[in-house]
């Protein structure tokens, strides 16, 4: 079976506007854990950020050292033109399992969904290399079966307990409360730190 995670279906979709994914502003229950973070300068990654609203939802709150990666040049060329000050050197176009650098959070936030099953595993490995040892993942995850043949790929709460635990110690993993209409009872909010 193709990947999906190449540059050019991605781009593909920003160019033929299939961008379901994008709700046009901050995802209530990221937006949520981000005012109750107080320390500005915690270094926080957002891959597959699409548009990346909560990049500057995090920039406009005091939040320097903001970073976006995504595989789709379009999706940084949009940033850019919305958040003209943001810092272009934090915006990296590239393969998240390619990348290489450390993060006190890194945000999920419908990136886990793009990618296939199969890689996965890859992703937890991928996200204990890039956060610190006192680092956190945090964001959200469907709880619901999506798509078996094309992203969004979905799963539920066992599945992703079994996925994680050997890599992360599990803090928080439950319905979120504050999901967008369309997304209630369908998500989950998931708070984990590397063991």
């Given at each position: 079976?193709?990947?999906?995670?190449?540059?050019?279906?991605?781009?593909?979709?920003?160019?033929?506007?299939?961008?379901?994914?994008?709700?046009?502003?901050?995802?209530?229950?990221?937006?949520?854990?981000?005012?109750?973070?107080?320390?500005?300068?915690?270094?926080?990654?957002?891959?597959?950020?699409?548009?990346?609203?909560?990049?500057?939802?995090?920039?406009?709150?005091?939040?320097?050292?903001?970073?976006?990666?995504?595989?789709?040049?379009?999706?940084?060329?949009?940033?850019?033109?919305?958040?003209?000050?943001?810092?272009?050197?934090?915006?990296?176009?590239?393969?998240?399992?390619?990348?290489?650098?450390?993060?006190?959070?890194?945000?999920?936030?419908?990136?886990?969904c793009a990618l296939h099953?199969?890689?996965?595993?890859?992703?937890?490995?991928?996200?204990?290399?890039?956060?610190?040892?006192?680092?956190?993942?945090?964001?959200?995850?469907?709880?619901?079966?999506?798509?078996?043949?094309?992203?969004?790929?979905?799963?539920?709460?066992?599945?992703?307990?079994?996925?994680?635990?050997?890599?992360?110690?599990?803090?928080?993993?439950?319905?979120?409360?504050?999901?967008?209409?369309?997304?209630?009872?369908?998500?989950?909010?998931?708070?984990?730190?590397?063991?």
């Amino acid at each position: 079976m193709e990947l999906k995670h190449n540059a050019d279906y991605w781009q593909d979709r920003w160019q033929s506007g299939q961008t379901g994914w994008d709700v046009g502003y901050p995802s209530t229950p990221l937006a949520e854990y981000i005012d109750q973070l107080e320390n500005k300068e915690l270094k926080i990654l957002i891959p597959g950020a699409g548009n990346a609203y909560e990049a500057e939802y995090l920039y406009k709150a005091g939040f320097k050292n903001v970073y976006v990666i995504d595989i789709a040049f379009g999706a940084l060329e949009n940033i850019k033109k919305r958040i003209p000050t943001f810092p272009e050197s934090h915006l990296i176009e590239g393969d998240f399992f390619e990348h290489n650098n450390q993060y006190d959070i890194i945000l999920e936030q419908t990136f886990f969904c793009a990618l296939h099953p199969s890689e996965r595993k890859a992703y937890c490995k991928k996200m204990i290399e890039l956060l610190k040892p006192s680092g956190k993942l945090a964001g959200v995850l469907f709880n619901d079966s999506l798509f078996t043949d094309h992203p969004p790929y979905g799963g539920f709460k066992a599945d992703y307990e079994a996925l994680f635990e050997p890599y992360f110690s599990i803090v928080k993993m439950e319905t979120a409360y504050n999901s967008i209409p369309p997304r209630a009872e369908r998500e989950l909010f998931i708070l984990m730190i590397p063991k």
